[in-house]
């Protein structure tokens, strides 16, 4: 057993003596040496494997930029509240102080996080006194200290600190949010000149192009993760502006008001939302794109708000059977439900019924896109207004007032009770002259009709049928045969339904 070391070494150095001649004679290809011939070595084949992109330069370039925000709420202490999980009313101030519950909740909170404030900052039994902190991304877009983040990340918080990629923080003050875009400007004011970047032109963002996340997951600082762009212009319901880029970037909590960028560092989107059933990252998020930020950021930082434009109408999509009914050649445009008693557009004489087209030369494709051309205007403008009406184009000039702060709307009251039922029996529907004389109150629908399968209902009252005002069934017969004449395939309903308007286009050959 004591020569086995020995004997391992000698074994070792003849290894590595035979290994080095290989080495050299495949280096230089020699293969006759003293006293014989050995075999000759070719050069090791070696092949170069293509440079394919990576994202080190762009990520080395942009990450001093981003930073990691915290933000800190104002919240009585639980004892003030009432609340406290050692009240008298959950009964734990009966327990004893060794009381395994009274041990738990004294060391984790209600909902089972652990609490580690200091001792310093709990309550004279032990309990925490709650100051929750909620964490997000952001990024500066100024060397002075101005930087990006979501209006959820800021919203009722009461102080911010700003920890940059080299882990030094800043105390910073909001200049200013809006809820309706998710976006929200901070401001640092520091002795220091700040890395920043700035917003790319999302116009030539194209589905497919790669991008970069960068933020702040679950609080880890800052973390990049990196996909496509796999979608334009998604509408989530998050707000009257939606227009996200979907990426399949790794996105999840925290990395909300952090940027996506691409490939030459510039800010194609802000990191707003998940779809997740589990709550983590199934490679669908959505970004506010640079142009919808951009112009929002800059109101912001101006004024601490955002002034936008005001038309004062209520907008529904263009269907094939509606702009079938009312002879357009394109599904494209803003149905006009209604106009506002007290709104431009009414002002003005635009009517419901009308399908507005364009606004100052530009085409409107949908109710999104004329709500973010509206919106983008400064109150107060005057603006050219195509509408289609009456089968032709028109145009209409409309001075755009501002937002106004509530949602009042008055209307007429709808729900008087209706005389005796009449059956439209083509259509599938019954009805009857509302007291007032304003239009047809449906009492009945036929379940298996195309009146039943887009939506209309018992209640639902008829205002009109083709832009014709109808007061009986009579008016609703004229209608349709006047359309079947022109060659219609459909009749477009005016419905009112709680206060709210829209239309619904029915076949003419059920008429």
Known sequence: MSNAPTSLSRSRKR?????????????IGIGAVAGGTAPVFAEAVRVEAPQAPGFADVVSQVSPAVVSVQVKAKIAPASD???????????????????P?????????EDGTQNRAPRSNRGDRGQMKPRPVAQGSGFFISEDGYL???NHVVEDGSAYTVVTDDGKEYDAKLIGTDPRTDLAVLKVEADAKFTYVGFADDA????????????????LGGTVTAGIVSARGRDIGAGPYDDFLQIDAAVNRGNSGGPAFNLNGEVVGINTAIFSPSGGNVGIAFAIPASTAKQVVQDLMKSGSVQRGWLGVEIQPVTSDIAE?????????????SAQDTG???????????????????????????????????PGKSVDITVWRNGKAETVKVGLGEIPGGDKQASADQSAEPGEPTSLADLGLTVTPSEDGKGLVVTDVDPSSDAADRGIQAGDVITSVNSVEVKGPADVSAAIEQAAKAGRKAVLFQISREDTNRFVALPVGQG
């Open 15 to 27: 290894f590595m003596a035979a290994a080095a001649s290989i080495a050299l004679a495949g280096a």
């Open 81 to 99: 509240r009432g609340d406290s999980p050692f009240s008298d009313q959950q009964g734990f101030d009966n327990l004893p102080d060794n009381h």
């Open 101 to 109: 519950l009274k041990r738990f909740f004294r060391q984790f909170g």
């Open 148 to 150: 990006v983040t979501n």
């Open 204 to 219: 030539k963002v194209r589905v497919g192009d790669w991008v970069v996340a960068v933020g702040n997951p679950f609080g």
């Open 325 to 337: 009914s009312l002879g357009l050649k394109s599904e494209k445009g803003a149905l006009v439900a």
């Open 344 to 378: 431009p557009a009414k002002k003005a004489g635009i009517v419901a019924g009308d399908i507005i087209t364009g606004v100052d030369g530009q085409d409107v494709a949908s109710p999104k896109e004329l709500s973010r051309l509206i919106a983008g205007i400064t």
